[in-house]
């Protein structure tokens, strides 16, 4: 059976309505069901765009059973997808999550799927993952990296009890375990900071603490060595995100066989922390460039 798909929502009906489009073209999405969280509005002048949105999932189609849960309050994004994910995994042992500015390859069902019964008895295997940064290197078909991460993922009951909400519990084990510096991609990029800045009340990032619990329980999450997913959120239009192209990927068009040592791969690893590395470098736009990560990790 094909894992339910879980899709969060709020006020962008254009992005939302493409994020679907791909996903109906999924070869598996007539066999999924589509579980939707339309988050409610902040204020009154929200209201037109969350009603317009509302309205449009009410129409979808093209998938094995949709189901959507209209939030009578604006949760806000961390606690939609931490609420969400539980509610839908206490019915249910594996989901795939996709929030609203995802499209993705019409294998990216496919993959998920396989990956989450291939590695369904694997305890150290927090997440499948469906994006993958735009390196210059060529990285294996797929591999692990140690942690978790939140561009189109999916995961089981089993690893989702790992899910540790509470920032300071989680920056203590880090520091006592003198881990911050490869919780940092080896210093590559500041991830202590943000999940200092969430405990201060700066962020209300739930990526951050999953990338945390996963990456402290020594859990490794399963990666594409081509992306099956491209943000097009990135135009200012969300809540957390900036006008950047950096993060752009070409989607992958094709099947990928999930089958892989189940290790965290060093190579790989390093070539993403090169990769993170090089926002930190002083370059034009580079402020911006830094300044959009930290906000998906906001997220």
Known sequence: ??????LFTYNRPWHTRETVTYL?????AAESELIVYADGPKSTADEPLVTELRNYLKQINGFKRLTVIERPENFGLARNIIAGVTKTLHKHDAAIVVEDDLITSPWFLTYMNDGLTRYAGCHEVASIHGYVYPV????PEAFFIKGADCWGWATWKRAWKC???NGPLLLNKLQKSNLTYEFDFNG????TPMLKDQIAG???SWAIRWYASAFLNNMITLYPGKSLVHNIGNDASGTHSAAVSTYDTEVFQGYIDVETEVTHNFEAFSVIADFLRSLQQPQP???KKKNWLHKLFNR
């Not at 059976?1 to 879980?6: K, Y």
């Not at 210059?136 to 990285?139: E, G, H, R, S």
């Not at 590559?188 to 991830?191: C, K, R």
Request: hydrophobic share 45%.
């Open 163 to 165: 899910f540790e909400p």
């Open 1 to 6: 059976m094909a894992a339910p798909i879980i």
């Open 24 to 28: 109906q073209r999924n070869h598996l």
């Open 285 to 287: 736009a580079v402020a």
């Open 202 to 204: 700066k962020n209300d």
């Open 136 to 139: 210059k290197q060529q990285l």
């Open 188 to 191: 590559a990029y500041p991830y």
